[in-house]
């Protein structure tokens, strides 16, 4: 049976299926194209360990380690790979909805697979991130399954708004790292593209918990609103500090807002009390952007100062690295800051090396966790976009499936 037939009848199964009904449908797939079963392994929110997604009632399977496994070679650079297993062969496919790491699926075959059977069990494993990505909202499954410990409220709620990690069109990418993933409080980020915008926005929220969770809730959705409305980035900010002033006049949140014009590379932005963002050009750091053009967005009110929008002309491969403070203040147990200087080195040797952008941001956040023993004292986030245009027209992005 062909590949075409697999996938309708995954999609025809998958109309009243719930979230643990999806491995059985794996296995259900690649049977169809001469494999003997599949699993599928989900990331856990900390990036560590692939784990496995069960019926209820089945037998849990042991979680995968990222590092030093084939398993998490397949997801970290998102490419097949195989080896001889129990007298014939294991494939680990990368799961992935659009460019967004959901984890691999892990295939069985009797003999070593020919290049056809890698090919449809491609395709299958696009089908099944497409499912697991619209099954997940009827039940509790996808979410307790990347769980390794409890999440506390404040970052549920926060999880709960944000985008996904990973976003690349044919003039840009954007990847992101939140931690602590399961006690975040303050820091979110949000973007959107819309024509030939992209708009980009990082905030960090004072305090910690449920409080600046709430603070951080309403800056988005303002943020959104604002965007949708059609606001320039000058009114958003206003706006958003309005909103603020009135439903938590004792906080205040900092935020990069940011407007990249995909075609000309045209990068407009507001700084409201927080870092500047990290230029880097040809693997290397150039500088930071100016940093604050704005007061903390809930604050203007205390400072007669209007938001000032800077511009910054893009190169065609030019990154900007958004992050809040967490990033460079995380620090060891004596005192030694993570700080900019290492924040930059950091990033040019993963782009030296040739990472994908989504794995450059993995290791980073786990070594800035390293540096501090695994006990961030701040909520850390960063979020790196690059713009990288291409003249592809429409009819030739378009992949043939043979």
């Known amino acids: 049976m062909g590949v075409t037939e697999a996938l309708l009848r995954l999609l025809t199964a998958a109309h009243r299926a719930v979230p643990e009904d999806l491995p059985a449908l794996a296995t259900e797939g690649v049977r169809l ?5 599949a699993d599928i392994f989900l990331i856990d929110y900390r990036q560590s360990y692939l784990v ?79 499912l697991l990505m619209t099954r997940r909202h009827y039940g509790d499954g996808v979410e307790r399954t990347r769980r390794l410990e409890p999440m506390q409220l404040a970052a549920e709620i926060l999880w709960n708004l944000l985008p996904p990690l990973t976003f690349v069109s044919h003039a840009v990418s954007v990847s992101a790292i939140l931690e602590p993933c399961y006690d975040v409080g303050g820091d979110a980020f949000d973007y959107a593209i819309n024509g030939n915008v992209l708009h980009v926005a990082v905030f960090d929220s004072v305090g ?15 943020y959104r609103n604002a965007r949708r409305t059609g606001l320039d980035l000058a009114d958003t900010c206003r706006s958003i500090d309005t909103w603020l002033s009135a439903r938590h006049p004792g906080n205040w949140v900092t935020a990069l807002l940011l407007e990249l014009d995909t075609v000309t590379g045209l990068a407009r932005r507001i700084s409201a009390g927080h870092p500047g963002e990290l230029l880097l050009r040809q693997g290397k750091a150039v500088k ?10 809930g604050l203007r009110r205390l400072a007669d100062r209007e938001p000032e929008v ?7 491969g030019d990154q900007l690295l958004l992050y809040t403070d967490g990033v460079v203040e995380a620090r060891t147990a004596d005192g030694e800051f993570f700080g900019l200087d290492r924040l930059g ?44 245009p291409t003249a592809a027209p429409t009819a030739d992005l378009l992949p043939r499936v043979e």
Do not use: K
């Open 310 to 316: 800077t511009q910054e002309q893009l190169q065609p």
């Open 288 to 297: 930071s952007l100016p940093a604050p053009t704005a007061m903390p967005l």
């Open 52 to 130: 496995p997604l069960t019926a209820v009632d089945a037998p849990t399977a042991a979680a995968v380690p990222v590092e030093g496994t084939l398993a998490g070679r397949a997801f970290a650079y998102t490419e097949l790979c195989e080896a001889p297993e129990d007298g014939g062969y294991r494939m680990w496919v990368p799961l992935l909805d659009g460019t967004e790491r959901l984890g691999v699926i892990a295939v069985h075959t009797a003999a070593e697979p020919t290049d056809r059977l890698r090919d449809d069990c491609r395709h299958i494993a696009s089908a099944l991130a497409e």
């Open 345 to 388: 080195d950091y990033v040019t040797r993963a782009l030296a090396d040739r990472l994908p952008a989504p794995e450059t941001m993995r290791r980073l956040v786990h070594a800035i966790l390293t540096h501090q023993n695994d006990r961030l004292q701040d909520d850390a986030t960063a979020v790196l976009v690059e713009w990288r």
């Open 208 to 222: 910690h918990g449920i409080e600046a969770s709430d603070t951080t809730s309403l800056a988005i959705n303002a």
């Open 33 to 37: 194209v001469g494999a003997l079963d």
